[in-house]
């Protein structure tokens, strides 16, 4: 038993630690060419990254634009420079560069002068001298690689990225859901920041996965946690009362974890103008109601002998469960928003958490199957205590007679 309590332990402790490192960041990349950049960038939209050198006396800029989960061959890819810095009206006037998946496997890489929103990325030259353009693909990532040269002076840019599908060999619009319309920001190539539509895209990031790793490690883990010492740990006599303030420990522990995750969430919603999770949103709510329930039911608690306490029991277990399961629909619901903004980038973070929450229903299953056995166990050992003790005493009528004659 004691081991199963330290495996479990474990998982939870190790969870954290694989949830914030299953993302794919673009300090990990190794590009195709081999080539070093002195600076990269995830960017916080379409699961893409950039990387660059930049010499600031000669304006010589070195890119490389990486877009990943590019598994059709009918779709391009673009970034592109703002020479107006206008991070409002990013669109026209942009200077692309545009790479497309051709039947043969060969991408196609050329450059295009974006006039207005209507454009098809129609090839033609654009306002900076290029040179270098190549572009390569290679499992399921679209890179493309080019030298500009930037006007004297340059510290910083307002750049764009984009994909979309292609119809014969011309590029079509892109779609217009959030991850796309919000795929722009303002650069810094001398220190590598970035601010996006009045708002760090880093900071978003950085928001969303602390909002992400919070709930999963509290109301997707610490509470399931504390619901399996409850239910198995007080079958073992040694076990009491430790299994009590281990279990009050856990989802305590839940409970203010989870809240800050939740605070963070709606911190998340309010700068996040337009976007809505309407669902997501509202079981989080849910949930934290329900916590908040737990917690008055914690300090409610009336004594085991009390007449009312099989009613809080049932309360307890009903609305416990309810969040349980409430709050892994709700970390789904959560991957799934993820999955629609910057797409297969955290995929690596979903099937971490189905592999600990797998291996916590494992454990659940076994240590189940394993209480069972010992209660029923206990069960017959009672009764035929039980009884002795009544044929020993002549509680059933005969046995002191026949101990008389």
């Keep these: ?30 590009l195709t060419t081999n080539k070093v950049f002195t600076t990269c960038l995830d960017l916080p939209y379409l699961t893409s990254y950039l990387h ?48 497309i998946l051709q039947s043969s496997g060969a991408p196609k890489a050329y450059t295009s002068s974006i006039s207005d929103y209507g ?25 493309i690689y080019a030298t500009l040269t930037l006007p004297s002076g340059t510290t910083s840019l307002v750049h764009l990225w984009q994909d979309g599908p292609v119809s ?17 920001e303002t650069l810094d190539l001398v220190s590598g920041a970035s601010q ?7 900071a978003v990031r950085r928001r969303r996965n602390t909002h992400g790793v919070l709930n999963a490690v509290s109301w997707g883990l610490l509470l399931p946690l504390g619901a399996i010492i409850a239910r198995y740990m007080k079958v073992f006599q040694f076990a009491d009362p430790a299994w009590f303030y281990l279990h009050v420990t856990c989802q305590t522990s839940a409970y203010i974890v989870g809240v800050a995750g939740w605070g963070t969430g709606l911190k998340l919603g309010s700068d996040s103008v337009g976007v809505k ?15 908040t329930l737990q917690v008055f039911a914690l300090l409610l608690r009336p004594n085991k002998d009390h007449k009312i306490r099989i009613y809080w029991n049932i309360y307890h277990y009903l609305i416990g469960y309810s969040t349980i399961i409430i709050s892994i629909i709700n970390i789904f619901k959560g991957f799934e928003a993820l999955e629609v903004s910057v797409q297969d980038r955290y995929n690596g973070w979903k099937h971490a958490y189905i592999g600990i929450i797998a291996s916590l229903g494992g454990i659940a299953l076994i240590l189940e199957a394993y209480t069972w056995v010992i209660v029923l166990r206990r069960r017959r050992s009672e009764r035929k205590t039980a009884h002795g003790v009544n044929g020993t005493n002549g509680v059933n009528g005969y046995g002191s007679r026949t101990q008389q004659v």
């Design 119 to 143: 454009t098809n990325l129609v090839e033609g030259n654009i306002s900076y001298p290029i040179t270098g353009l190549t572009s390569t693909y290679q499992n399921n990532e679209l890179t």
């Design 277 to 291: 999770y309407d669902t997501h949103r509202t079981l989080g709510i849910i949930i934290f109601c329900f916590g």
């Design 52 to 99: 660059w050198s930049y010499d600031q006396a000669t304006g010589k800029l070195d890119i490389a634009f990486r877009h990943t989960g590019i598994t059709s061959i009918d779709k391009w890819v673009a970034w592109a420079i703002n020479p107006n810095n206008d991070l409002n009206s990013a669109m026209p006037g942009a200077q692309a560069l545009v790479a």
């Design 1 to 30: 038993m004691m081991v199963m309590l330290r495996f479990v332990l474990a998982i939870s402790i190790l969870s954290s630690l694989l949830l914030t490192t299953s993302a794919q960041t673009c300090t990990q990349q190794t």
């Design 196 to 202: 996006g539509g009045g708002s760090s895209g880093n």
């Design 168 to 184: 014969g060999s011309t590029p079509q619009s892109h779609a217009m859901g959030n991850s796309n319309t919000q795929a722009k």
